[in-house]
């Protein structure tokens, strides 16, 4: 069973500039999650998904952060405009009910380096 | 909210012996799970064990075991006969009862060195 995928490993970028990122969940889970992990804490939520639509955004900065799930599978993740304080993991997850769902699977993530 | 407490910012074990882990929460909840997750350097989070608060047994994965104490809100995690590859950051994490929603509070996470 592939896990979750995410791309680019690696983002450096000044400040001001636009990132996005990308995830490809495991095949049949419907929820995915955008975590951030800033250095030296552990990873908050920015964002479920189930399916396209959103179930919780409560912690994501939605004047400079948006994500997007088209079509239930693939999510994107985009800052615009950085700031210096992105500077941070993101990870994304999946999960699927009826499979003992409170697993999660993690992706590797992709390192953001805001300059 | 809920909030995980992790107060031990690094820990360090000569291998082969066991090393426990600290972990405290706070929820109004009656039912809910707990984990606790492991990141090495690759940055993937690896999920070590879980418990469910309404099991009073304590969970245990071969070498990895909890001591899960329910009143005192306590989640603590044993690794018995450390290995080389259990150098890594250990995170604890809360999840509610809610069947469908699997969001995940974590803790700030306890890095483990292990010294040969």
């Known amino acids: 069973e592939a896990g979750v995928a995410q791309s680019p490993r690696y983002k450096i970028i000044e400040k001001r500039q636009s990132v996005a990122f990308w995830c490809n969940p495991i095949s049949g889970h419907a929820t995915l999650y955008w975590y951030q992990q800033i250095l030296g804490q552990g990873p908050k939520l920015l964002i479920q998904?189930?399916?396209?639509?959103?179930?919780?955004d409560s912690q994501l900065p939605k004047d400079r952060f948006s994500a997007e799930r088209l079509k239930g599978v693939d999510s994107t993740l985009k800052i615009q405009p950085a700031k210096l304080e992105d500077s941070a993991v993101y990870l994304c997850a999946s999960s699927s009910r009826g499979e003992g769902g409170e697993k999660l699977f993690f992706g590797s993530g992709t390192q953001l380096s805001v300059l | 909210a809920q909030t995980v407490t992790q107060s031990q910012p690094e820990m360090s074990v000569q291998e082969a012996e066991t090393v426990t882990l600290s972990c405290t929460y706070d929820?109004?909840?009656?039912?809910?799970?707990l984990f606790w997750y492991k990141q090495p350097p690759s940055r993937q989070m690896i999920l070590v064990i879980r418990?469910?608060?309404?099991?009073?047994q304590n969970a245990t994965e071969n070498r990895f075991s909890v001591n899960f104490q329910k009143a005192a809100k306590s989640f603590s995690l044993k690794i018995s006969d450390s290995q080389l590859g259990d150098a890594a950051m250990y995170f604890c994490a809360y999840r509610g009862p809610n069947f469908g929603n699997e969001k995940l509070t974590f803790g700030t996470g306890t890095r483990l060195t292990i010294i040969p």
């Open positions: 418990q469910e608060a309404y099991k009073q």
């Open positions: 929820t109004s909840e009656s039912d809910y799970y």
């Open positions: 998904f189930q399916n396209n639509g959103v179930v919780d």
